[in-house]
Structures are given as structure tokens and as C-alpha cells.
């Protein structure tokens, strides 16, 4: 069993900076891969970000160079946001990979709320 919670989100201009967290509970392992998800109206659900449990990063092409994601330890994760945008409005969720290669063994948060105002 795995739980997770986001924090750390809320209203800023754009230009302006966000540092979202995610801590985990339960039976993570160090070889988990934790990501960072948003879902803005309209859209589907898209990665912003992921971090493997050796420190390997990935960013999608819309936020590289502006956002970092890193980890405490395989439990408390962040997303740093820099030079916020309007486009950057949405729902934020952490999502913790248990098994590569399937989603079957996906854990998510209740997410947390982005708005960046023009």
C-alpha cells in the first residue's frame, strides 16, 4: 500500500516560483520512479517531470530549464517551478511507479492546484 500527498501549490503572477512537495508512505522502494503529472481544463493528463531512484531525471519539452524536480529520499520529492506561465494553470499530481514498464502499479496523490495569473 502506498499514499501520497502534494502540497505547496496556489495563486502567482506569471515570472513567479512554486515548490511543490510530495511525501510518501508505505512500501516504496528504492528503484521507484516518482513523477510529477498536471491536467489543465480541456486537456489530458500530461508528465511534467520524473525522477528514477538513482537520480535520473526527464522534463517534458514545455517546461525544461525552468522546472528541477529532485528527491530528499525515495519518500519526499519536489517539484521546483520557475518562470511560471499562464499556460501553467492546472491540477498538479505525484505519482510513484512501482513496477517499470506497466502503469497497473501506479500510486497517485489527490493533487494540488496551480493557477498562474497573467
Known amino acids: 500500500q502506498v499514499q501520497l500527498v502534494e502540497s505547496g501549490g496556489g495563486l502567482v503572477q506569471a515570472g513567479g516560483s512554486l515548490r511543490l512537495s510530495c511525501a510518501a508512505s508505505g ?3 528504492s528503484n521507484t520512479v516518482m513523477g510529477w503529472y498536471r491536467q489543465a481544463p480541456g486537456k489530458q493528463r500530461e ?10 531525471t526527464n522534463y517534458a ?13 525515495v519518500k519526499l520529492g519536489y517539484l521546483q517551478m520557475n518562470s511560471l506561465k499562464p499556460e ?31
Do not use: E, H
Open 61 to 73: 519539452d514545455d517546461v525544461k530549464g525552468r522546472f528541477t524536480i529532485s528527491r530528499d529520499n
Open 88 to 118: 501553467d494553470t492546472a491540477v498538479y499530481y505525484c505519482n510513484v511507479k512501482l513496477v517499470p514498464g506497466t502503469s497497473r502499479y501506479d500510486y497517485w496523490g489527490q493533487g494540488t492546484q496551480v493557477t498562474v495569473s497573467s
Open 27 to 29: 512500501s516504496i522502494f
Open 47 to 56: 508528465l511534467v517531470a520524473a525522477i528514477s531512484g538513482g537520480g535520473r
